[in-house]
């Protein structure tokens, strides 16, 4: 007997097959008309004209298969992010997608994923509302940072690019204990809200680990090396792995996804890709499989990245999954430790930092003592120049 997910996945996939016109004749789908704002009418002489369930405000964005849009939800009266096909992508593997994926993120009940409110169908077709997060994606941060926005490298220090880090990686982390990869990670899947809020988009491409995946869809999209593509090698090619750029999509597994969340956190780092600039996308598979990034020193060096953080990109961006960290967990616990100061000695200047952050919890729990000790360092270096003095004076 089939698992429940499998079981569910194909209800929803034939649920979605059935022509638009179908479903209707039917009745099925969602209410298209907003109801409370006539509750609220009620007393009034003259009842007010119906209003439309979700009234669309303005384009967000949208990719190959996906259209999103800013609604304006009248029942509720909130602002909600409304995604559905695109016209020409309702053939039976694009539904099928498109189903799995507002399963997928309806099982998800996490801060760093983005929440489902409604599924539905009207004349345009299928579509599900989402929570709208006010904010930008990685992809229009790193752009301003690259453009020296001073508002940008205000608010986005070193530090806070750890913290989204950190907070993509625990939403991950999230998805991989329930089972699912994202296989899609990349700046323009991430928003940072205007609170700080950090939220992971789009998983149409998520599977099951060990799962098969979406392998059998006709080839689309990929025209454009940021861009999403299905077929031989799914996902989008500047941040896949090269195990997933080489369509081995029995060996993608949860280290695919380290991958692709240190690709996307050193281009944030460093404002570059990681690898050098490519004429086309089969050039940029080619490089993915086969080019090694910048060493950890040069990241330091050139880019002025904090080193603690250099050698966690380096190690993720391993070419071989077996030398990549086993987890996105893992990964995690690395951040985490760099960001106390308890990162691991692996060059002179992480050395260093490691004194420092163990100096500085130090003076955390003995303040007293730590302040005797400082004062007898003073004390001592100030004796030590002052008998070198002496010496040269000849007194």
Not at 281 to 294: Q, R, S, Y
């Amino acid at each position: 007997m089939p698992p429940a997910d499998s079981q569910e996945a194909s209800s929803a996939a034939t649920l979605l097959s059935t022509t638009p016109g179908a479903r209707a004749q039917v009745g099925v789908g969602s209410r298209s008309v907003a109801v409370l704002p006539r509750a609220l009418a009620a007393s009034e002489a003259h009842p007010q004209p119906e209003k439309p369930r979700y009234e669309v405000l303005q384009r967000l964005g949208e990719g190959s298969f996906g259209e999103v849009d800013l609604v304006l939800d009248n029942d509720i009266d909130r602002l909600v992010a409304l995604k559905r096909l695109k016209p020409d992508a309702h053939d039976a593997d694009t539904l099928q997608r498109f189903a799995e994926e507002i399963q997928i993120v309806g099982k998800l009940e996490h801060p760093g994923i983005v929440t489902v409110h409604d599924v539905g169908l009207d004349e345009a077709g299928y579509f599900f509302v989402m929570k709208y997060l006010d904010g930008e994606d990685l992809e229009t941060v790193i752009r301003r940072l690259r453009e020296g926005d001073p508002a940008a490298e205000a608010r986005f220090t070193m530090e806070e690019r750890a913290r989204i880090f950190l907070g993509v990686c625990r939403a991950v982390e999230f998805a991989h204990n329930k089972g699912l990869i994202h296989r899609d990670i990349k700046p323009g899947n991430i928003m940072v809200g205007t609170y700080g809020e950090v939220v992971l988009m789009d998983w149409g491409l998520a599977k099951r680990v060990g799962g098969p995946g979406n392998t059998n869809a006709a080839s689309r999209g990929g025209g454009d090396q940021a861009s999403t593509m299905l077929g031989f090698a799914i996902g989008t090619p500047a941040y896949m792995p090269p195990e997933q750029a080489r369509g081995e999509h029995d060996r993608t597994d949860r280290r695919a996804d380290v991958y692709a969340l240190c690709a996307t956190f050193f281009e944030l780092f460093t404002l570059r890709h990681y690898l050098e600039p490519k004429p086309d996308v089969e050039a940029l598979l080619e490089a993915v499989k086969t080019e090694e990034p910048m060493s950890a020193i040069d990241m330091h060096h050139r880019h002025h990245v904090p080193p603690e953080y250099t050698w966690i990109l380096r190690r993720g961006l391993e070419k071989d999954p077996a030398k990549r960290f086993d987890s996105v967990a893992e990964l995690a616990s690395r951040i985490t430790r760099a960001m106390q100061g308890r990162n691991p000695v692996e060059c002179p200047c992480t050395g260093l930092k490691r004194v420092n952050g163990g100096w500085s919890r130090f003076i955390d729990r003995h303040p007293y003592p730590a302040l005797f000790v400082a004062a007898f360092g003073v004390a001592s270096a100030l004796l030590g120049v002052g008998t070198m003095l002496s010496a040269l004076l000849g007194r």
